[in-house]
Every structure is written in structure tokens, then in C-alpha cells.
């Protein structure tokens, strides 16, 4: 989905052609945006100010991933981590729901294997 984006943006004629490895221009200078900048300046208004920067962005996008059972390699691949354990110790946060959820279908599996009643 973000491929096919990014090649609409790049295909648009209001914007000057892309040189390098930049994607973004700004708005003045037509060069290349400072990232630094946009995480300030630009993103905020557009999530009512709850903005924590990129490192919180890329955890947030993990913990989403995970809560839509994507597997742990997948987000791992995602987030380009080279050790997985940097992916599930600080880009994955447990959901509660799908802990008790998860409990339940183990609950319910031990009762059909087992014939244990409770």
C-alpha cells in the first residue's frame, strides 16, 4: 500500500522530480525535508499533539502488528531489527485482552483433549 503511495506522490506533476535517495521536498526550499522538523512542526496537528517521536512511532507501529497477530519474525522484518529480541522486548507491548483470550482458547482446548470439566 505505502509502495503504491509513494509512487502517486512521485508521479505527480505539481511536484519537482526527485534527485538522490529523498523522497519529500519542503514546501520553500524544494530539498530535501528534515525529518527532525516535520516530527516537530508538522506531524503533531495532525494527531492532536500526541506525538513522541520516531522511536515511539515505530514501537507503536510493533504493538499494532502484534495485536493483529502478525507474526514476531514479520514485525521483526518490519521494523528492520536485526535480533529479534530487541523487536519483542521494546516494540511489542502485551494485550491484556488477547492474554485472557489466549487463556480461554487454552482453556477450552485442555477441556476437549482432556475431558476435564470445571
Given at each position: 500500500?505505502?509502495?503504491?503511495i ?18 519529500f521536498y ?67 507491548f ?13 482453556t ?11
Amino acid at each position: 500500500m505505502l509502495r503504491e503511495i509513494l509512487a502517486k506522490y512521485k508521479a505527480n506533476k505539481e511536484f519537482p522530480p526527485v534527485e538522490g535517495d529523498w523522497i519529500f521536498y519542503g514546501q520553500k526550499e524544494k530539498k530535501p525535508i528534515d525529518m527532525d522538523n516535520l516530527s516537530r512542526r508538522d506531524i503533531p496537528q495532525y494527531i492532536n499533539g500526541n506525538w513522541r517521536g520516531w522511536h515511539s512511532f515505530r514501537r507503536g507501529l510493533g504493538t499494532r502488528l502484534n495485536d493483529m497477530g502478525v507474526d514476531a519474525v514479520d514485525i521483526q522484518s518490519i521494523l528492520r531489527h536485526a535480533n529479534i529480541a530487541t523487536t519483542l522486548a521494546y516494540y511489542t507491548f502485551p494485550n491484556p485482552e488477547k492474554a485472557k483470550a489466549g487463556l480461554k482458547k487454552l482453556t477450552e482446548a485442555v477441556r476437549k483433549k482432556y475431558g476435564v470439566k470445571v
